[in-house]
Structures are given as C-alpha cells and as structure tokens.
C-alpha cells in the first residue's frame, strides 16, 4: 500500500464517513485528508461522546472543566459541539452528533446519590483519567454501550453506494489507550463495515498502534498524508476549548497523518 492508494481510495467515488470519539478528533488526526476528500466526494464526521454529565464530578473532571475555563460540564459540551459545527462547516464537511455521554463523565447503573456525593469517583465508570480512562483498556459497565455504538456503526446509510456497499469508514486505531477510542475502534471491528483506520493525532507521536489489533485485522503498514497540514493546523486551533491544553502558544506540529488498509484493500 502506496501513499498514492489513499488517493485512489478517495476518488472511487463513495462517501467517506469519519467515527470521531470527541469533538476535535477526527480533525485532529485527519484534518488534512478530509480537505482534499470533500472536493470529490462526500465526507461526514460522526462524533459519537458529545455529552457530559451532571454534578458532583469526579476530580479529574473537575480538572478538565478547570483547563477548559467553564463552569460545569452542560457548559463545556455545548461549546465543543458549537466548535465542531464551526469548524467542519468551515471545511465543506459534513457532521453529526451522536450524543453518547463521554468517558470522564460516564455513570455506572448501580449506586446512590448519596454515594456520589461523598465520593463521585464511586459512581462512575472510569473514576481517574490516568489511571482508568487512559488505561487502554474497556470497562466492564461499558458493554451495552459498545452494543449500541455498534449498532450506530452498522447502521450507517448504504444508499447511494456502489453494490449498497456503503460509505468507507474512517475509525480511530486509539493509539495512546484512551477508552472512548477503544469504544469507537472496537464498534468499527464489529460493524464488519469497510474500515480504514487512523492514528489518533497527538498520541501517536509518542505512542504506537496495538499489534494484536493490527495482526488481527490484517493491516497494512502505515501510509502517510502530507497535503494540507498547515491549513489543518489553523482547524485545530479553532477547537479553542481544547486546542489552549493540548498545544500551548498555538503551535500545532506539522505531523503526517498515517492510515492502516487492511490488506486485501484496492
């Protein structure tokens, strides 16, 4: 697999369909290639954990509310879906909102108020983020939420597609071990849709992909994208919410993308 096989891939003809974990994701890591998909063929972002949750909060993410410089989490998620509109519209590209309730602010079914009061951590799935959220790995309480993004993922619009084969999906390779995007990477293995994956940008520039994940799945080495990064770092900037954290002083590194085909790919 060639860096031109990417371009090839783009100019079949379907569309392309991004699965983002977060607002600002799938920007993050294909920013560039989404650019120049979008002058051929349709190109849609899916961001599936666009919610927050209700107080008390956990100190982690009291912590992440605190960087953000908001009040509460209802605060914060309508200003990173408000960002992500901007900046997609921006792009010519398309986007929607699943509304599934991020990690550092999911609840476990069981367990009282007055638990999580005393002690928030308690009650939700993944109480830190470094040692639980960024584990690399999936929590037992999240099952039925993997059935349901699944389920999304399946269900995603086949008509119009050459055979009814439907849109190629982008799907996050969750370099870094973040569980939101082990969540979404897990669902697109599931789906048994066309799946192209992505390294998760900036985590990438330290971490590496899961070898089992690749093995399994037959992929490819990593292809380069390098068209279009300055333009996409002028995007990422406008995740103003996230971008002040991850990238201090604006600078947003020039960093290829990298995709991983499966094998058997055109």
Not at 61 to 90: F, I, P, S, T, W
Not at 176 to 203: I, N, Q
Request: charged fraction near 20%; aromatic fraction near 8%; include cysteine.
């Amino acid at each position: 697999m060639t860096s031109e096989a990417v371009t090839d891939t783009v100019a079949q003809g379907g569309p392309i369909v991004v699965l983002s974990p977060h607002a600002d994701d799938a920007v993050l890591s294909c920013g560039a290639l989404m650019a120049h998909a979008r002058r051929q063929v349709p190109v849609t972002v899916l961001t599936l954990f666009t919610n927050g949750g209700p107080p008390p909060y956990t100190l982690s993410a009291r912590r992440c509310l605190r960087l953000a410089g908001v009040r509460d989490a209802k605060e914060l998620y309508a200003a990173r879906r408000a960002e992500d509109r901007q900046v997609l519209e921006a792009m010519g590209v398309a986007w929607r909102h699943a509304g599934f309730t991020d990690g550092l602010f999911r609840r476990k079914t069981e367990g009282g108020r007055r638990a999580s009061r005393v002690l928030p951590e308690r009650d939700h799935v993944y109480p830190t983020y470094r040692a639980h959220l960024a584990a690399g790995s999936i929590s037992p309480h999240d099952d039925g939420l993997l059935r349901d993004l699944t389920r999304v993922v399946r269900a995603l619009d086949v008509s119009g597609t050459p055979g009814g084969s439907g849109p190629l999906i982008l799907a996050p390779l969750a370099v870094g071990g973040h569980a939101d995007h082990l969540l979404v990477r897990t669902a697109a293995e599931l789906s048994g849709r066309r799946v192209v994956y992505y390294a998760d940008f900036p985590y990438d520039q330290s971490g590496v992909p899961d070898a089992a994940f690749v093995r399994r799945n037959n992929l490819g080495r990593p292809v380069a994208w390098t068209l279009g990064l300055q333009a996409k770092a002028a995007s990422i900037l406008g995740y103003r919410t996230q971008a002040r954290a991850m990238f201090p002083g604006g600078q947003v590194p020039l960093a290829p993308e990298f995709y991983l085909f499966p094998e058997d790919s055109p």
